[in-house]
């Protein structure tokens, strides 16, 4: 059986606005700014802080809370230490 190919005309755009998705695991507060580059260059970003040691656990979901205020995005949190943020034009289905 051959892989699935999509019709001529249809392949999908990685370049169109929101279709990149990053999956971040930083260990320390730095590496949450490379979330906030993501976001801002309208890529979703999936990021889990549960690495971060305790004492900067608050202060990058605060951070990013600001950046996704300020970029007009969306923040889901989907568990404990793992957040969902998005361009505001993404939608978002929560079951």
């Known amino acids: 059986m051959e892989?699935?190919?999509p019709?001529?005309?249809l392949e999908p755009n990685s370049?169109?606005?929101g279709a990149e998705m990053v999956v971040l695991h930083p260990r320390d507060f730095e590496a949450v700014q490379e979330a906030v580059a993501s976001l801002r260059d309208q890529a979703t970003v999936l990021l889990n802080v549960s690495a971060l040691p305790e004492h900067q656990l608050q202060r990058?979901?605060?951070f990013m809370a600001g950046a996704a205020f300020?970029?007009?995005s969306q923040q889901v949190r989907l568990g404990e230490h793992v957040l969902l943020y998005a361009p505001h034009y993404v939608q978002l289905n929560q079951a």
């Open 7 to 9: 019709s001529p005309g």
């Open 70 to 72: 300020a970029l007009d």
């Open 15 to 17: 370049s169109a606005w």
């Open 60 to 62: 990058a979901v605060d």
């Open 3 to 5: 892989p699935f190919s």
